[in-house]
């Protein structure tokens, strides 16, 4: 018996410095109304999805750095897109910069939801792999600086959610084959990621032209490797004068792309998924209990309760991994 999930890819073409925030969300919502009008259950947006991607500038200021990000959500500027889901019951992924605050103080994180049919958030996820640098290096056309602007996240948990098992992931973390496996263990089937990739690499301009097909082939691989849906949604085009690429795609569990955006702009595509699909290959060749040699892997890839062979040691994992 199939369990179809109707998933759009809402990807954003730019989003400038000058553009607001109620700007954006009107975006966000248009999309999500062509959506719903082709029967989307949940629409996924980009990484940094309400402002231009900041990281690319040196800022000092304070102040300047916490007008990018939300102190809460929803908010004032938010609520519409939240009131929109709930109307037409569609959920949605959205990605933002988080400012939260904790018992040391303020803390930013680079940070995804998601919201569910009714317009309730049912799970957050803080980025985990930050990319680029912490300090000012001016030698480059234009900077990354995530490890100066955010803390990063601790870890993946999956969400009962949609009729089947959903994990989130945030553009770096597509390129590292453990944010699959760890939603892997747990049974993901479905992994939702929103990014921003500048098409120019500073510390390696050779890979420039290969950035589409690193986005694809990191994503193909962690879909077949899992036995899970990717849904991977780009914020594209030239963005105060940074191209970034497009590319957003669906991949299904056999790692075929099964639906993509063409432009790079806003664009809004549809896939109908079976979550069910994911089982063939959680049951033969990714059988995890059958075929997966924990014991010659060492403790990253380590199920809760799994031993590391000859000693007997157990590896104390977070709670569900
Ligand atoms: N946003 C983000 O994580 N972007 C990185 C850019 C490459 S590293 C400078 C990415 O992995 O796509």
């Given at each position: 018996?199939?369990r179809y999930?109707?998933?759009?890819?809402?990807?954003?073409?730019?989003?400038?410095?000058?553009?607001?925030?109620?700007?954006?969300?009107?975006?966000?919502?248009?999309?999500?109304?062509?959506?719903?009008?082709?029967?989307?259950?949940?629409?996924?947006?980009?990484?940094?999805?309400?402002?231009?991607?900041?990281?690319?500038?040196?800022?000092?200021?304070?102040?300047?750095?916490?007008?990018?990000?939300?102190?809460?959500?929803?908010?004032?500027?938010?609520?519409?897109?939240?009131?929109?889901?709930?109307?037409?019951?569609?959920?949605?992924?959205?990605?933002?910069?988080?400012?939260?605050?904790?018992?040391?103080?303020?803390?930013?994180?680079?940070?995804?939801?998601?919201?569910?049919?009714s317009?309730?958030?049912?799970?957050?996820?803080?980025k985990?792999?930050?990319?680029?640098?912490?300090?000012?290096?001016?030698?480059?056309?234009?900077?990354?600086?995530?490890?100066?602007?955010?803390?990063?996240?601790?870890?993946?948990?999956?969400?009962q959610?949609f009729?089947?098992?959903v994990?989130?992931?945030?553009?770096n973390?597509?390129?590292?084959?453990?944010?699959?496996?760890?939603?892997?263990?747990q049974?993901?089937?479905?992994?939702l990621?929103?990014?921003?990739?500048?098409?120019?690499?500073?510390?390696?301009?050779?890979?420039?032209?290969?950035?589409?097909?690193?986005?694809?082939?990191?994503?193909?691989?962690?879909?077949?490797?899992?036995?899970?849906?990717?849904?991977?949604?780009?914020?594209?085009?030239?963005?105060?004068?940074?191209?970034?690429?497009?590319?957003?795609?669906?991949?299904?569990?056999?790692?075929?792309?099964?639906?993509?955006?063409?432009?790079?702009?806003?664009?809004m595509?549809?896939?109908?998924?079976?979550?069910?699909?994911?089982?063939?290959?959680k049951r033969?060749?990714?059988?995890?209990?059958?075929?997966?040699?924990?014991?010659?892997?060492?403790?990253?890839?380590?199920?809760?309760?799994?031993?590391?062979?000859?000693?007997?040691?157990?590896?104390?994992?977070?709670?569900?991994v």
């Amino acid at each position: 018996m199939p369990r179809y999930l109707n998933v759009a890819l809402g990807q954003l073409g730019p989003i400038q410095r000058a553009d607001s925030r109620t700007q954006v969300v009107a975006r966000l919502c248009e999309l999500m109304r062509q959506a719903h009008a082709v029967g989307a259950q949940l629409i996924v947006f980009p990484e940094l999805a309400l402002t231009t991607f900041f990281p690319r500038w040196y800022i000092e200021d304070e102040a300047e750095i916490n007008s990018f990000f939300e102190q809460s959500m929803p908010n004032a500027a938010t609520q519409p897109l939240f009131d929109l889901s709930k109307a037409l019951g569609v959920g949605f992924y959205l990605g933002y910069a988080e400012l939260a605050q904790e018992a040391t103080g303020a803390v930013r994180y680079n940070t995804s939801i998601l919201v569910d049919r009714s317009g309730q958030i049912v799970a957050k996820y803080r980025k985990v792999h930050l990319p680029g640098h912490k300090e000012h290096e001016p030698w480059r056309r234009f900077q990354h600086l995530e490890k100066r602007y955010f803390t990063a996240g601790d870890g993946w948990e999956v969400t009962q959610a949609f009729g089947g098992v959903v994990g989130m992931a945030i553009c770096n973390d597509r390129r590292w084959a453990e944010t699959y496996r760890v939603m892997g263990l747990q049974g993901v089937e479905m992994v939702l990621i929103g990014y921003n990739t500048p098409v120019h690499n500073a510390p390696a301009p050779e890979h420039d032209d290969l950035s589409l097909f690193h986005n694809q082939l990191s994503m193909q691989a962690g879909a077949y490797q899992n036995g899970t849906w990717v849904v991977g949604v780009a914020k594209a085009g030239v963005e105060e004068g940074v191209d970034s690429i497009g590319g957003s795609c669906i991949i299904a569990p056999s790692g075929e792309v099964v639906a993509r955006c063409l432009t790079k702009g806003d664009e809004m595509a549809i896939a109908r998924c079976d979550l069910d699909f994911c089982a063939i290959y959680k049951r033969t060749t990714f059988n995890f209990d059958l075929h997966r040699q924990p014991q010659a892997y060492g403790l990253i890839t380590q199920r809760k309760g799994e031993t590391l062979g000859a000693d007997g040691t157990v590896w104390a994992a977070p709670s569900g991994v």
